[in-house]
T-cell receptor, first 114, second 117 residues
Framework: AQSVTQLGSHVSVSEGALVLLRCNYSSSVPPYLFWYVQYPNQGLQLLLKYTTGATLVKGINGFEAEFKKSETSFHLTKPSAHMSDAAEYFC????????????FGSGTKLNVKP | GAVVSQHPSWVICKSGTSVKIECRSLDFQATTMFWYRQFPKQSLMLMAT?????????EQGVEKDKFLINHASLTLSTLTVTSAHPEDSSFYIC?????????????FGPGTRLTVL
């Protein structure tokens, strides 16, 4: 089975600073990769996903992530944090032959300081 | 985007009682829905895949008699936690699948927090 590791359960950045949320997966076969964001009392919202093609994926709200096969990583970045980015972020993977079975990381709560 | 609702958003019950959680797709039809549970500071774990009009498919280690899933219509799936015990206290999240030519996508509900006393 897959495992997904998100390093840092809490990350705090200043407004305008770079956001970097880390995600590593365990599969030897590159899976499909996702980042979701969850605001309080709301469902998970898809930020971006990688399936095939270009390894640098751009998502909503200025976020992007890069798939690095050699590092089995899919870290999420945003050049300049905004107060509205404060939320919990989940990395997830699914297997190419079972797309709908998701394995989630434990989540990273992003705090943005004014 | 597509909206998925869950009801209730939180519930507290006594040990031994049963609790039903509803998951609805509000503006689309979903033949497939998923149920997850999340313990504090842990990952979302897939419990079962719910298909409209057929029996749910449970993940290994999930008791199907304990967690009853009914997907009776294209917009509603229910999860019933039978004879709930304190160890069943958790955050339960559903998602609904939209399949399209550009790729499948899961849309998630806001979750239901269950506390069993």
């Amino acid at each position: 089975a897959q495992s997904v590791t998100q390093l840092g359960s809490h990350v705090s950045v200043s407004e305008g600073a770079l956001v970097l949320l880390r995600c590593n997966y365990s599969s030897s076969v590159p899976p499909y990769l996702f980042w979701y964001v969850q605001y309080p009392n709301q469902g998970l919202q898809l930020l971006l996903k990688y399936t095939t093609g270009a390894t640098l994926v751009k998502g909503i709200n200025g976020f992007e992530a890069e798939f690095k096969k050699s590092e089995t990583s899919f870290h999420l970045t945003k050049p300049s944090a905004h107060m509205s980015d404060a939320a919990e972020y989940f990395c997830a993977v699914s297997e190419k032959d079972n797309f709908n079975k998701f394995y989630f990381g434990s989540g990273t709560k992003l705090n943005v300081k004014p | 985007g597509a909206v998925v609702s869950q009801h209730p958003s939180w519930v507290i019950c006594k040990s031994g009682t049963s609790v039903k959680i509803e998951c609805r797709s509000l503006d689309f039809q979903a033949t497939t829905m998923f149920w997850y549970r999340q313990f504090p500071k842990q990952s979302l774990m897939l419990m079962a895949t719910s298909n409209e009009g057929s029996k749910a498919t449970y993940e290994q280690g999930v008791e199907k008699d304990k967690f009853l899933i009914n997907h009776a219509s294209l917009t509603l799936s229910t999860l019933t936690v039978t004879s709930a015990h304190p160890e069943d206290s958790s955050f339960y999240i559903c998602s609904a699948l939209i399949a399209s030519f550009v790729g499948d996508e899961q849309f998630f509900g806001p979750g239901t927090r269950l506390t069993v006393l």
